[in-house]
């Protein structure tokens, strides 16, 4: 019993001296960890560059580079609301107008965010804690590799993680110390962050709420509280204000948010989706550049009236207000599946995996600190500090606040990634308190924290539908390969693909019909188009497909069947209306000419970008 007890008393004595030596030498630790911080950064863009992915841009990298660059040349021309957030895409404008539309000097900037991001989660950890928290939890950001690999690619993660830190040091800061200035600057931080995240929109008007309340409570005067408020107001505005003039003056709707939360409910909410996180569906392409616009003709198809994106947008929320009405038993099962997905320790990535990319950029297969690691001690710190300040109690409240958007519409790493700001200060905490408790021999609050990280890493690991699923990223790494000209070892990826016989197998599946039948295989081309299933969503151009088979063996009007009814599930595809009118031409020019009026229709929905 003595040696057990000299033992904890050793270990005790030990994390004092560490904590003695980060306060000596905080002078010289902070810049050391954000040196630190910066090599890495470098070190993993230069083995990204050896690889295959360096220098092809996946979907929103490319989305955002061609509209930063027809921002740059003068030539962007929309007269719809946005319908991605339009931050990312002005800000990289600013830099090609500077230099040039090459993305290294975006991944350049990414890293300068990434290195800012990890500063002010010091900054955080202090004003929260102590300085040594805010080190230690430095150390963490600086550590944690979904951060150093969304600081060496070319999407927004990186610009949303850092004003959200920004944001979140503010906050703090004011909760703090009143500060007019910096009541100024959060509020501008929170509007900027609103036009790289728009689920950002819940927090705008909790904040103010917060730090009047906490002006209230610390008896300043109402002079004080009011000029708050306005400077508030102020700072929100300007942020804001360009991009709600804009909107404005090209679509005369006063539009806070992008246009597109309403298809992106739907899309996190459809029932017939079984997995818990993001599908594409059948009737509008998993392309950005297409998915928005096909949900708005789809829209409009089903009302019979041509919609606004906004219009459509509400049209897409009543439909899943009203599929919970209808199915609240399968609807509430959903909510269910996407919370345990929120709190799951999988990095399910829209783009990118990041242990299937380490494959590929070894730097990644070192074992940095992952979300598995820092959730539960996380939250448990979160959970005993959350009574004991006004400060833990708002960090929680953002936390849940910002939780409960992901878990309405979908959760991935990089939807996720803001909310390791709160997550990595409070483990910190946490275990600073552990070690505080067994100091004191608090048994009692030493089984709390203790029964409380374990019950969220046992949720983390809970099995989930879907989960572990990397059918896509073979299906990534195969349009890669072929885009490079690597025919044969793409096949063999989309081979892999496809026998894994999940969701995204329908793509691996199009793809090698496409290959065979490129090669003249037909036969193993219709075997393949034969593998998707009616309701998936690759069923459009799967019948696509079969309608250019038909065309090839001269089967005409089996090539019309086959179109038509691609168009039946997808009613927003313009090639399809173009391959039609051509054929009609010959036998029926008068169809001919209906087929290319509904094209032009179409057509005038696709003036986004």
């Given at each position: 019993m003595g040696k057990k007890k000299n033992q904890v008393s050793n270990k005790i004595r030990f994390t004092e001296r560490i904590t003695n030596l980060f306060d000596k030498h905080s002078n010289l630790l902070l810049p050391a960890i954000l040196f630190l911080a910066l090599i890495l950064r470098i070190v993993a863009i230069l083995d990204l560059s050896n690889s295959d992915y360096f220098n092809f841009l996946l979907w929103d990298e490319k989305l955002y580079h061609t509209w930063a660059t027809k921002i740059a040349d003068g030539t962007f021309q929309s007269s719809s609301v946005y319908e991605f957030a339009p931050l990312p895409a002005y800000l990289m404008a600013l830099i090609y107008k500077i230099l040039s539309s090459d993305i290294l000097y975006i991944r350049i900037l990414n890293i300068i965010f990434g290195v800012f991001t990890c500063y002010l989660v010091?900054?955080?950890?202090?004003?929260v804690a102590n300085r040594t928290t805010g080190l230690v939890a430095c150390l963490i950001a600086c550590l944690y590799k979904p951060f150093i690999f969304y600081s060496i690619v070319p999407l927004k993660t990186s610009l949303s993680v850092f004003l959200f830190a920004l944001t979140i040091y503010l906050f703090v800061s004011v909760l703090n110390k009143n500060s007019m200035l910096k009541v100024f600057l959060l509020s501008t931080a929170i509007g900027l962050m609103l036009s790289v995240r728009p689920n950002c929109v819940v927090i705008i008007p909790f904040m103010p709420l917060v730090?009047?309340?906490?002006?209230?409570?610390?008896?300043?005067?109402?002079?004080?509280?009011?000029?708050?408020f306005i400077l508030y107001i102020a700072g929100l505005s300007i942020s804001i204000s360009p991009f709600m003039i804009r909107n404005y003056r090209v679509s005369g709707e006063f539009a806070l948010t992008t246009s597109q939360s309403g298809f992106n409910l739907y899309l996190g909410n459809n029932l017939q989706n079984k997995d818990p996180y993001y599908h594409p569906v059948p009737f509008a392409s998993s392309s950005p550049f297409e998915q928005g616009i096909q949900f708005t003709i789809e829209a409009s198809r089903r009302t019979n009236k041509r919609l606004s994106p906004r219009e459509a947008s509400s049209y897409w929320t009543h439909e899943v207000i009203k599929t919970a009405l209808e199915q609240p038993a399968g609807f509430i099962w959903k909510i269910c599946q996407k919370t345990l997905f929120f709190f799951n320790q999988f990095e399910k990535g829209d783009h990118y995996h990041?242990?299937?990319?380490?494959?590929?950029?070894?730097?990644?297969?070192?074992?940095?600190?992952?979300?598995?690691?820092?959730?539960?001690?996380?939250?448990?710190?979160?959970?005993?500090?959350?009574?004991?300040?006004?400060?833990?109690m708002a960090l929680s409240a953002i936390f849940l606040l910002y939780a409960l958007t992901l878990i309405a519409f979908f959760t991935n790493t990089r939807y996720r990634l803001p909310m390791l700001i709160i997550l990595i200060p409070f483990a910190v905490i946490g275990i600073n308190n552990l070690i505080s408790y067994i100091k004191n021999r608090q048994f009692r609050k030493i089984g709390i924290y203790s029964a409380m990280a374990i019950a969220f890493l046992v949720i983390e690991f809970l099995p989930i539908q879907g989960t572990g699923d990397m059918t896509a990223y073979y299906n990534t790494h195969a349009i890669i390969l072929d885009s490079k000209g690597f025919k044969d070892e793409a096949i063999q990826y989309w081979e892999i693909s496809s026998r894994m016989n999940k969701a995204p197998s329908v793509f691996a599946n199009l793809s090698l019909a496409g290959k065979y039948y490129s090669k003249g295989d037909i036969q193993k081309a219709v075997y393949c188009l034969d593998k998707i299933p009616d309701d998936s969503y690759a069923a459009a151009l799967k019948y696509e497909m079969i309608g250019d088979i038909m065309m090839h063996r001269r089967q005409i009007k089996k090539a019309i069947t086959a179109y038509e009814r691609s168009l039946v599930i997808n009613s927003g595809q313009?090639?399809?209306?173009?391959?039609?009118?051509?054929?009609?031409?010959?036998?029926?020019?008068?169809?001919?000419?209906?087929e290319y009026e509904k094209f032009e229709y179409i057509s005038s929905f696709y003036k986004v970008l």
């Open positions: 010091y900054l955080i950890g202090k004003e730090i009047l309340w906490n002006i209230y409570r610390d008896k300043f005067s109402l002079k004080i509280l009011t000029a708050n990041i242990g299937f990319v380490s494959n590929f950029v070894r730097f990644f297969k070192f074992p940095f600190l992952s979300f598995w690691l820092i959730f539960p001690l996380g939250m448990a710190g979160m959970a005993v500090s959350i009574v004991r300040s006004r400060k833990s313009r090639r399809i209306r173009i391959k039609l009118s051509r054929i009609y031409w010959s036998i029926d020019k008068k169809r001919a000419l209906q």
